[in-house]
């Protein structure tokens, strides 16, 4: 039986007396795709902010299987954990000015974070770049132009090449696809499926659309007031939902 690359246990964050998320605990295989659901207001980015080191929960556990060894996230000194933020993890906002450096070109971009991780060979560097801008499908004569001079659907699968060139292990996403409009949605999902399952990806992926999570998720986990009311394989959730919450939420989306 294959360890859990990551295990959450009892997390709990309060903000004052409001609940941001409570007791939320979940295994994440390698290799898997975990899609966490909800209404605006259900927890889902402070979940997805406390995963990631973002934010400081007040209670829980956050157990990640390091090359030494299982660590405990919330335990590590802060420089270790941004190690892990820029080795194993990596990070992808729903806007993509969040997660790239604007005035700093494609290959910039993209260079920088194997820089941040040891490279120092400029041609190595400029022609991993370049396969990554092919990978996410940006022509390679744009690698000199900058992040402003792209559409939407540009700066996020650049956004998507800058995060994925160092070879993490575990991917966080947040409302990757939100923003866009759906045709642009539809091509972006299709690559990001691919990458995906091409790179063995564990991915915690945040939406509030179910075909999102229907198109990449292995397993879902739904939540409602900071509570996980239901987890399971996202078929199986979304075909005969438990709780009345996400049959309401199923059954919402269908009739749209
Ligand atoms: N910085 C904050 N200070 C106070 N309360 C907050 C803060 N951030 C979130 N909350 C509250 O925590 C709860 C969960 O919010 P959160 O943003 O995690 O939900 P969400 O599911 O991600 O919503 P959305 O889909 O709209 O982004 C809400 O009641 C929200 O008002």
Known sequence: MTQPLLSVRNLTKLYGPRIGCADVAFDLYPGEVLGIVGE????????????AGHQTPDTGKVIFE???GPRDVLQ?????????GRTDWAYVH????DGLRMGVTAGGNVGERLMAVGARHYGDIRDKATDWLGRVEIAADRIDDRPRQFSGGMQQRLQIARN?????????MDEPTGGLDVSVQARLLDLLRGLVRDLGLSVIIVTHDLAVVRLLAHRLMVMKSGHVVEQGLTDQVLDDPQHGYTQLLVSSILQV
């Not at 605006?40 to 997805?48: A, E, I, Q, R």
């Not at 590590?76 to 892990?84: C, K």
């Open 94 to 97: 729903q806007n993509p000015r």
């Open 66 to 68: 390091t090359a030494q």
């Open 164 to 172: 994925l060139v160092t070879g993490p292990r575990l991917v966080f």
């Open 76 to 84: 590590m000194a802060e420089p270790d954990r941004r190690r892990l």
């Open 40 to 51: 605006s207001g259900s927890g889902k980015s402070t979940l997805l902010s406390c995963l």
